[in-house]
């Protein structure tokens, strides 16, 4: 098992950044690849970004592209996502998962997931 747990959710004007982080736990060695998705209010969880755990690609939803940027610490079994200038349409919960056998923008394809952090961006 792996077990996610997202911080550094909150309150963002728009414009400003704000940075979100995942810590890994448990079966690290089985992750293949992790990515965050987000679940605006009413409406069905989307992706956002996914990189591979070893290697490093990296892709974006075009919704975010430019905007934020998804990396990883290793060392620290770490996720991050640096959103700069948010606006108010970023506004979701935001969860972290990993992959064991893939990677890709379905849901689906990610076995384990995080709790979630509330990410509300100001007009």
């Known amino acids: 098992q792996v077990q996610l747990v997202e911080s550094g959710g909150g309150l963002v004007q728009a414009g400003d950044s704000l940075t979100l982080s995942c810590a890994a736990s448990?079966?690290?060695?089985?992750?293949?690849?992790m990515g965050w998705f987000r679940q605006p209010p009413g409406k069905e969880r989307e992706f956002v970004a996914a990189?591979?755990?070893?290697?490093?690609?990296?892709f974006y939803a075009n919704s975010v592209k430019g905007r934020f940027t998804i990396s990883k610490d290793n060392a620290k079994n770490t996720l991050y996502l640096q959103m700069n200038s948010p606006k108010p349409d970023d506004t979701a919960v935001y969860f972290c998962a990993a992959s064991e056998a893939g990677w890709g923008n379905g849901a689906y394809e990610y076995e384990h997931w995080g709790q979630g952090t509330q990410v509300t961006v100001a007009s």
């Open positions: 990189i591979s755990w070893v290697g490093g690609r990296i």
């Open positions: 448990g079966r690290i060695e089985t992750v293949y690849a």
